[in-house]
Protein backbone atom coordinates (compact mmCIF):
# COMPACT_ATOMS: atom_id res chain seq x y z
CA UNK A 1 0.00 0.00 0.00
CA UNK A 2 3.22 2.54 0.54
CA UNK A 3 4.32 1.82 -2.53
CA UNK A 4 0.60 2.14 -4.29
CA UNK A 5 0.31 5.77 -2.22
CA UNK A 6 4.03 7.04 -3.42
CA UNK A 7 3.74 6.27 -6.99
CA UNK A 8 0.27 8.11 -6.82
CA UNK A 9 1.82 10.80 -5.33
CA UNK A 10 4.66 10.71 -7.97
CA UNK A 11 2.07 11.35 -10.43
CA UNK A 12 -0.08 13.81 -8.80
CA UNK A 13 2.91 15.78 -8.98
CA UNK A 14 4.33 15.25 -12.24
CA UNK A 15 1.17 16.65 -13.63
CA UNK A 16 1.59 19.71 -11.14
CA UNK A 17 5.32 20.41 -12.63
CA UNK A 18 4.18 20.77 -15.92
CA UNK A 19 1.27 22.72 -15.23
CA UNK A 20 3.87 25.03 -13.21
CA UNK A 21 5.99 25.00 -15.76
CA UNK A 22 3.58 25.91 -18.76
CA UNK A 23 2.16 28.44 -16.61
CA UNK A 24 5.02 30.31 -15.49
CA UNK A 25 5.70 31.21 -19.22
CA UNK A 26 2.35 33.00 -19.03
CA UNK A 27 3.36 37.11 -18.64
CA UNK A 28 1.77 38.02 -15.10
CA UNK A 29 -1.50 40.52 -16.29
CA UNK A 30 -2.40 37.32 -17.91
CA UNK A 31 -2.82 35.25 -15.25
CA UNK A 32 -6.20 34.66 -13.44
CA UNK A 33 -6.92 32.91 -10.18
CA UNK A 34 -5.32 29.76 -11.21
CA UNK A 35 -3.63 27.80 -14.05
CA UNK A 36 -5.42 25.30 -15.30
CA UNK A 37 -4.11 21.68 -16.26
CA UNK A 38 -5.96 18.93 -18.51
CA UNK A 39 -7.78 15.63 -16.69
CA UNK A 40 -6.26 12.89 -17.20
CA UNK A 41 -7.31 9.46 -15.30
CA UNK A 42 -4.33 8.96 -12.12
CA UNK A 43 -4.48 5.29 -10.61
CA UNK A 44 -6.13 5.28 -7.21
CA UNK A 45 -7.62 8.86 -7.92
CA UNK A 46 -9.67 8.50 -11.25
CA UNK A 47 -9.94 11.31 -12.87
CA UNK A 48 -8.32 14.22 -11.73
CA UNK A 49 -7.64 18.09 -12.65
CA UNK A 50 -5.06 19.72 -11.50
CA UNK A 51 -4.73 23.50 -10.73
CA UNK A 52 -1.96 25.85 -9.97
CA UNK A 53 -3.06 28.99 -7.63
CA UNK A 54 -2.23 32.13 -8.36
CA UNK A 55 -4.36 33.73 -5.32
CA UNK A 56 -3.51 34.09 -1.48
CA UNK A 57 -7.54 33.20 -0.94
CA UNK A 58 -9.92 29.97 0.52
CA UNK A 59 -11.18 27.87 -1.88
CA UNK A 60 -14.86 28.33 -0.76
CA UNK A 61 -14.96 31.44 -2.90
CA UNK A 62 -14.75 29.56 -5.86
CA UNK A 63 -17.42 27.24 -7.78
CA UNK A 64 -16.45 24.69 -10.51
CA UNK A 65 -18.64 24.00 -13.45
CA UNK A 66 -18.73 21.94 -16.55
CA UNK A 67 -20.80 24.58 -18.14
CA UNK A 68 -21.19 28.27 -18.60
CA UNK A 69 -23.47 30.11 -15.40
CA UNK A 70 -25.77 30.96 -17.84
CA UNK A 71 -27.04 27.82 -18.81
CA UNK A 72 -27.59 26.71 -14.64
CA UNK A 73 -31.08 25.79 -13.61
CA UNK A 74 -32.24 26.51 -18.52
CA UNK A 75 -30.58 23.03 -19.28
CA UNK A 76 -31.44 19.75 -19.20
CA UNK A 77 -29.93 17.48 -18.04
CA UNK A 78 -28.59 20.14 -15.70
CA UNK A 79 -24.98 20.58 -15.41
CA UNK A 80 -22.32 19.95 -12.52
CA UNK A 81 -21.78 23.01 -10.39
CA UNK A 82 -19.65 22.42 -7.39
CA UNK A 83 -19.02 24.92 -4.50
CA UNK A 84 -14.95 24.06 -3.48
CA UNK A 85 -14.80 23.83 -0.03
CA UNK A 86 -13.17 25.87 2.56
CA UNK A 87 -9.37 25.17 2.13
CA UNK A 88 -7.10 28.08 2.46
CA UNK A 89 -4.79 28.38 -0.50
CA UNK A 90 -1.64 30.17 -1.40
CA UNK A 91 0.60 31.21 -4.07
CA UNK A 92 1.98 28.60 -5.94
CA UNK A 93 -0.13 25.53 -4.41
CA UNK A 94 -1.29 22.70 -6.14
CA UNK A 95 -4.49 22.05 -5.81
CA UNK A 96 -6.37 18.91 -7.69
CA UNK A 97 -9.76 18.26 -7.84
CA UNK A 98 -10.71 14.60 -7.94
CA UNK A 99 -13.80 13.33 -9.55
CA UNK A 100 -14.18 10.23 -7.29
CA UNK A 101 -14.85 9.63 -3.84
CA UNK A 102 -13.10 10.93 -0.77
CA UNK A 103 -12.16 12.81 2.03
CA UNK A 104 -10.47 16.57 1.06
CA UNK A 105 -7.26 16.73 2.31
CA UNK A 106 -3.72 19.13 2.44
CA UNK A 107 -0.32 17.20 2.69
CA UNK A 108 3.16 18.91 2.63
CA UNK A 109 4.40 19.71 -1.04
CA UNK A 110 7.94 16.94 -1.09
CA UNK A 111 9.82 20.69 -1.66
CA UNK A 112 9.21 21.78 1.62
CA UNK A 113 7.02 24.70 -0.35
CA UNK A 114 3.47 25.28 0.54
CA UNK A 115 0.71 22.50 0.13
CA UNK A 116 -0.96 19.77 -2.03
CA UNK A 117 -4.55 20.03 -1.52
CA UNK A 118 -6.94 17.54 -3.09
CA UNK A 119 -10.16 17.95 -3.14
CA UNK A 120 -12.98 14.85 -4.00
CA UNK A 121 -16.01 16.15 -5.82
CA UNK A 122 -17.66 12.66 -5.00
CA UNK A 123 -19.09 11.88 -8.64
CA UNK A 124 -19.35 8.71 -9.93
CA UNK A 125 -19.14 9.63 -13.78
CA UNK A 126 -16.42 11.83 -15.33
CA UNK A 127 -16.91 15.37 -15.50
CA UNK A 128 -14.37 15.88 -18.56
CA UNK A 129 -14.63 12.79 -20.77
CA UNK A 130 -12.52 12.19 -24.10
CA UNK A 131 -12.81 15.23 -26.31
CA UNK A 132 -12.63 18.87 -25.99
CA UNK A 133 -14.58 20.61 -23.17
CA UNK A 134 -14.51 23.90 -21.13
CA UNK A 135 -13.64 24.26 -17.08
CA UNK A 136 -15.66 26.89 -15.67
CA UNK A 137 -14.49 28.13 -12.49
CA UNK A 138 -15.99 31.09 -11.17
CA UNK A 139 -14.93 33.39 -8.62
CA UNK A 140 -18.03 34.48 -5.64
CA UNK A 141 -17.64 38.01 -5.01
CA UNK A 142 -20.44 38.24 -2.48
CA UNK A 143 -23.81 37.48 -1.52
CA UNK A 144 -26.95 39.31 -0.67
CA UNK A 145 -29.33 38.50 1.71
CA UNK A 146 -32.72 38.54 2.61
CA UNK A 147 -35.57 36.84 5.05
CA UNK A 148 -39.04 36.52 3.56
CA UNK A 149 -42.28 35.24 4.32
CA UNK A 150 -43.52 32.42 2.40
CA UNK A 151 -46.54 32.66 0.33
CA UNK A 152 -49.23 29.88 0.94
Not at 54 to 75: E, H, K, M, Y
Not at 123 to 130: D, G, V
Amino acid sequence: MLVLVMTEKRSLLRHLTVLRDEAEKQPIPSRKFFAIGNPSHIEGYGETLPLLSWVDDSLSRFVISNAPSTSWGRVSPPPFVYALPNIAIQPKEGIFLVTGPGEDRSEPHPSGEGELKIVFLNRAENLWPRGLHNVYLYRLEGTQTKKIAGVD
